[in-house]
């Protein structure tokens, strides 16, 4: 799984967001330039990823390659994505360097705000967060994680949510085949939820978000 780096723009294009919450976490946030940008304009945001436990040079050069080599490997099938949200590889090359390059400042500068965690354990507070975010690890990676273990991941970012969680996208990695587990998996969540279009598309059939939130 590659350690990827979509920017602040990225993220309120998938995520649709119009405001930014006093409080903020991103999980499975790896080199993401979320929390930087987030952090600048004034929110409490924390990004977790069990990534941040890997040897520091370690990290940073995945990060880097990832937003170089990795994006590069995608481009060998660019027909397969939607260019509309970017209008050309070398315009999300440019984002996503720049979106790495936040990344690495901000967690050099304040790295208590970059924490060592993975789902479904998170070592947060209940109802922590106004808004929780969760881009491109659960549905994205349902050949790797069950059913059962996304009911587990989507109960802890509830628990540590006080407001919204918001996941995106909600198809499998690759062709955007849907997740067949997703209308069992709400079901057994048996909370209040929303399958919401958003204004963003890139991997084909990927333009909508799953809305949790608490009882
Ligand atoms: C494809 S990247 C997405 C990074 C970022 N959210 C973005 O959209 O660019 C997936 C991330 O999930 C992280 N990850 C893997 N297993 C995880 C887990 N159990 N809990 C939280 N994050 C995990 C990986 O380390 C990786 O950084």
Known sequence: ??????????????????????????????????????????????????????PRAELADAIRWSATTGLSIVDQNVDDFVWDWYGTPAARDEMRAQAAQAFLTHWEEQPERYVGAGLPDLPFATGQFELVLCSHLLFTWAGKFDLDWHLQALRELVRVSDGEVRVFPLVHQGAGEPVAFLPELLERLALPSEIRKVPYEFQRHADEMLVLSKL
């Open 1 to 54: 799984m590659l350690i990827t780096s979509r920017s602040y723009a990225e993220y309120e294009a998938m995520f649709d967001l119009t405001t930014l919450p006093a409080s903020v976490l991103d999980c499975c946030a790896g080199g993401s330039g979320f929390t930087a940008e987030a952090s600048r304009r004034g929110a409490e945001a924390v990004a977790a990823d069990p990534a941040y436990d890997l």
